[in-house]
């Protein structure tokens, strides 16, 4: 099994096979692009199981004013890296609500905060997102 991640129509489309229909999430390719993130802080998360950081990624968002940035299949496993943008304490609070959630599920391969990431920082996680 293969996902993928698109940017098709101003939506970012993600699906878990060839064939299956995507599911879409509303946003320009101009707001990735463009530096919307700048100056904000980058969480980043990984778990051994693509469904558990769904899970994980749906209680940041309900428990602090995150974006989340990306999620990214990790193509020698099952897992996958979620990249979530907000304020330091925003960002924080997120990731500690999306590590609750997902201990029961899935193993925490990695994660951290970076609260002021640098231009070349930025650069790499842009070049991670759009390969």
């Not at 558990?52 to 099952?78: G, H, P, W, Y």
């Not at 590590?99 to 996680?125: F, G, Q």
């Amino acid at each position: 099994m293969h996902a993928f991640f698109r940017i098709v129509s101003n939506n970012l489309e993600f699906g878990a096979q060839k064939g299956q229909t995507p599911v879409s999430v509303p946003y320009s390719q101009e707001e990735i692009m463009d530096g919307q993130y700048k100056g904000m802080a980058i969480g980043v998360f990984e778990l051994d199981s693509e469904c558990a950081c769904f899970v994980a990624l749906d209680a940041a968002a309900k428990t602090a004013d995150v974006k989340i940035q990306a999620v990214e299949r990790n193509r020698l496993s099952a897992g996958a890296c979620v990249k979530m943008r907000g304020s330091v304490s925003d960002v924080k609070a997120a990731m500690e609500a999306a590590l609750e959630a997902a201990r029961p599920m899935a193993n925490i391969v990695s994660h951290t905060v970076i609260a002021a990431p640098a231009a070349d920082t930025e650069t790499a996680i842009e070049m991670t997102i759009h390969k």
